[in-house]
């Protein structure tokens, strides 16, 4: 079984920073594509970055400037650094990853449970 967790959302007034942490643990070989998507209320689940296992990167216009993405492959983690947040940033973040599960021999894709992010004006 393969888990993501997500860690680091909360509160923070407009121009502050968070940084959401996602670790995945099971049954793990090795992890592609990693990724933070966000859905606010009444709106659909859209990415907001990307990062390859060979660590590049790709953003939406939205987050460019402002986020940064990165993992630790060691650890099995990926990272979301927020800074200058703003409240339209306001969602709950998820995790994606694409993971080799060594039980099912083969490639799906997981996401975690959410974090809440809150950016008061």
């Known amino acids: 079984q393969v888990q993501l967790v997500e860690s680091g959302g909360g509160l923070v007034q407009a121009g502050g920073d968070l940084r959401l942490s996602c670790a995945a643990s099971?049954?793990?070989?090795?992890?592609?594509?990693m990724a933070w998507y966000r859905q606010a209320p009444g709106k659909q689940r859209e990415l907001v970055a990307v990062?390859?296992?060979?660590?590049?990167?790709n953003y939406a216009d939205s987050a460019k400037g402002r986020f940064t993405i990165s993992r630790d492959n060691a650890k099995s983690t990926v990272y979301l650094q927020m800074n200058s947040l703003k409240p339209e940033d306001t969602a709950v973040y998820y995790c994606?990853?694409?993971?080799?599960?060594?039980?099912?021999?083969?490639?799906?894709?997981?996401w975690g449970q959410g974090t809440q992010v809150t950016v008061s004006s």
């Open positions: 994606n990853a694409d993971i080799f599960n060594v039980e099912s021999a083969g490639y799906s894709n997981y």
């Open positions: 099971g049954s793990i070989y090795s992890i592609n594509d």
């Open positions: 990062i390859t296992n060979g660590g590049r990167t």
